[in-house]
């Protein structure tokens, strides 16, 4: 078996699938590590896909792709942009993108698979190849522990993984201790008195007592939290009405927070909770707003031990002009709880995936935001090459670093 990474790859992005529902994609990273002769599990954690290869005494390293996407409508203009829809948990019928690039990690882990199960005369130990449903849920991981993903497979002595991200293609960006933050999803709920678009009197309009809401929340980053910490706090959804001459009697906003320390983070609840009740009783809302904590997960910390030791393997690999500390990100990823699970470091990294030519107009000109599109828009479109080839080498050497040598 000769991988073509491109074809692999493009097959991936036309056909993006959400998360537990990531069907087709299992199946092609399953059949792609039996044609390697390697050992494979299905349905873990309803659709997660691992391959073991044994290969003497040794370390166990795990390599993790996740496998799902999202329900956004691609705008890339490439000739295979994804045309899919699907129906989301909600039943809801939505467009599906890979727009944050999980497309990429699956190619990448699969060329990887391929590299290390050809170079068996020069490594030992055992390598677990990994493909998680639902990291865009924050629970992919956590199903497939839970679905007795160490019952099955050996336990790893180190996990490793990485992000494609909107850096120069060729680059790979690690950063020791907190990399990832955490991430809390919040849902409020606020309650009106509906009635007749005419008579808003006779009303307590959620919508208004929402927009208050949203203009409030601005205000926790920039006043509550000092300049030394970091916090997001960001509303993503507002529901509210079925009809414009209706005040509906209920508003729903969806919030996302990502902070990095736990003190940090229990303000930024406090504060979203507080805010949420005040602007209710400031409208005269007969009931208080419902506030639901919905999903969370927590920092992803790479260990300083193995990360250092990672590093030195991508500097001799690609050279130290290649190599970058990206800072912490402010993206959040379950894949720590592999790690966790299990009491093992973790060394998760960056992948450069932007044409480096456009990534420097950007810095030169100042419009790096604007120019260079981010993960989850419906314009992220990582180049094919050289990412693939160098995410591929990425895997394999940082794996070969932790295996045994022959």
């Given at each position: 078996?000769?991988?073509?990474l491109?074809?692999v790859?493009?097959d991936?992005h036309?056909?993006p699938?959400?998360?537990f529902q990531?069907?087709?994609?299992?199946?092609?990273?399953?059949?792609?590590?039996?044609?390697?002769g390697?050992e494979?599990i299905e349905?873990?954690?309803?659709?997660?896909?691992?391959?073991?290869?044994?290969n003497?005494?040794g370390?166990?390293?795990?390599?993790?792709?996740d496998?799902?996407?999202?329900?956004v409508e691609?705008?890339?203009?490439?000739?295979?942009?994804?045309t899919?829809r699907?129906?989301?948990p909600?039943g809801?019928?939505?467009?599906v993108?890979h727009?944050?690039?999980?497309d990429?990690?699956v190619t990448?882990?699969?060329?990887?698979a391929?590299?290390?199960?050809?170079?068996?005369?020069?490594?030992?130990?055992?390598?677990v190849?990994?493909?998680?449903?639902a990291e865009?849920?924050?629970?992919?991981?956590l199903?497939?522990?839970?679905?007795?993903?160490?019952d099955?497979?050996?336990?790893?002595?180190?996990?490793?993984?990485q992000?494609?991200a909107?850096?120069?293609?060729g680059?790979?960006?690690?950063?020791?201790?907190?990399?990832?933050?955490?991430?809390?999803?919040?849902?409020?709920t606020?309650h009106?008195?509906?009635?007749h678009?005419?008579?808003p009197e006779?009303t307590i309009?959620?919508?208004?007592?929402a927009?208050?809401?949203?203009?409030?929340?601005?205000?926790?980053?920039?006043?509550e939290?000092?300049?030394?910490?970091?916090?997001?706090?960001?509303?993503?959804?507002?529901h509210?009405?079925t009809?414009?001459?209706i005040i509906?009697?209920d508003?729903t906003?969806?919030?996302n927070?990502?902070?990095?320390d736990?003190?940090?983070r229990?303000?930024v609840?406090?504060a979203?909770?507080?805010i949420a009740?005040?602007?209710?009783?400031a409208?005269?809302?007969?009931?208080a707003?419902?506030?639901?904590?919905?999903?969370?997960f927590?920092?992803?910390?790479?260990?300083?031990?193995?990360?250092?030791?990672?590093i030195?393997?991508?500097v001799?690999?690609f050279?130290?002009?290649?190599?970058?500390?990206?800072?912490?990100?402010t993206?959040s990823e379950?894949?720590g709880a592999?790690?966790?699970?299990?009491?093992?470091?973790?060394v998760?990294?960056?992948l450069?995936?932007?044409?480096?030519a456009?990534?420097?107009?950007?810095?030169?000109?100042?419009?790096?935001?604007?120019?260079?599109?981010?993960?989850h828009s419906?314009?992220?479109?990582p180049?094919?090459?050289?990412t693939?080839e160098?995410?591929?080498?990425?895997?394999?050497?940082?794996?070969?670093?932790?295996l045994?040598?022959?």
């Open positions: 078996m000769t991988l073509d491109e074809a790859y493009k991936l036309r056909h699938e959400l998360s990531e069907h087709r994609t299992a199946k092609i990273a399953a059949d792609g590590l039996r044609e390697l390697i494979v349905g873990i954690g309803r659709t997660g896909v691992v391959g073991v290869l044994r003497g005494d370390p166990t390293v795990l390599l993790r792709a496998m799902d996407a999202l329900p691609e705008e890339t203009g490439l000739d295979y942009a994804s899919q699907a129906t989301d909600d809801a019928d939505v467009p993108m727009a944050c690039g999980h990429v990690h990448c882990l699969l060329g990887a391929e590299v290390l199960a050809a170079s068996q005369p020069e490594w030992n130990g055992t390598m190849f990994l493909f998680q449903p865009e849920l924050g629970s992919g991981a199903e497939m522990i839970a679905d007795g993903l160490y099955r497979v050996p336990k790893p002595d180190i996990v490793l993984g992000h494609v909107p850096a120069p293609a680059v790979v960006g690690v950063h020791a201790g907190p990399a990832f933050a955490a991430t809390d999803d919040v849902r409020i606020l009106g008195e509906g009635g678009g005419s008579r006779a309009d959620p919508i208004v007592m927009a208050a809401t949203v203009m409030r929340l601005q205000t926790i980053v920039s006043r939290i000092a300049g030394g910490e970091t916090a997001v706090v960001s509303v993503g959804t507002l509210a009405g009809k414009v001459n509906p009697p508003a906003l969806g919030i927070i990502r902070t990095y736990t003190g940090v229990d303000r609840v406090s979203i909770t507080r009740e005040a602007e209710a009783a409208s005269g809302a007969t009931r707003p419902d506030v639901e904590l919905t999903d969370s927590p920092v992803l910390y790479n260990d300083e031990e193995a990360t250092a030791r990672t030195g393997a991508f001799a690999a050279g130290e002009a290649r190599v970058i500390d990206p800072g912490r990100v993206g379950d894949v592999l790690a966790t699970a299990v009491g093992v470091p973790i998760y990294w960056l450069g995936g932007e044409d480096p456009r990534f420097t107009s950007g810095l030169v000109n100042g419009t790096t935001d604007a120019d260079i599109p981010s993960n419906p314009h992220f479109a180049l094919p090459h050289p693939l160098v995410g591929v080498q990425a895997l394999v050497t940082a794996a070969r670093e932790w045994s040598a022959a």
